[in-house]
Nanobody
Framework: QVQLVESGGGLVQAGGSLRLSCAAS????????MGWFRQAPGKEREFVAA????????RYADSVKGRFTISRDNAKNTVYLQMNSLKPEDTAVYYC?????????????????WGQGTQVTLSS
């Protein structure tokens, strides 16, 4: 079992920045590929970013490429999502997830463990 707890969400103005954190506990954190997803009101949950076990590879949704950066610190059992140049359409609940697969998956069903989410709200 892996427990995931997100933090760092909040209200931010368009154009601003925010860094989300996801702290993991349980089984060895470095065994898992990690992902960030988001769900806006009335929409399906969507892929945002993913990172490999040791951080050597990353993958991003086109909508956030060049603005968001995913990273991880295995010594701290934490994965981060640095979000810059935020837009109103980035408003959503952001979830981190863990996958025991060996690829940078974008589909939700490849991720076995999920956090409870943290709200990010953009004000124009």
């Amino acid at each position: 079992q892996v427990q995931l707890v997100e933090s760092g969400g909040g209200l931010v103005q368009a154009g601003g920045s925010l860094r989300l954190s996801c702290a993991a506990s349980g089984r060895a954190f470095s065994n898992y590929y990690m992902g960030w997803f988001r769900q806006a009101p009335g929409k399906e949950r969507e892929f945002v970013a993913a990172i490999s076990r040791w951080g050597s590879s990353t993958r991003y949704a086109d909508s956030v490429k060049g603005r968001f950066t995913i990273s991880r610190d295995n010594a701290k059992n934490t994965v981060y999502l640095q979000m810059n140049s935020l837009k109103p359409e980035d408003t959503a609940v952001y979830y981190c997830a863990a996958s025991s697969d060996i690829y940078l998956r974008v589909e939700l069903n490849w991720y076995e463990y999920w956090g409870q989410g943290t709200q990010v709200t953009l004000s124009s």
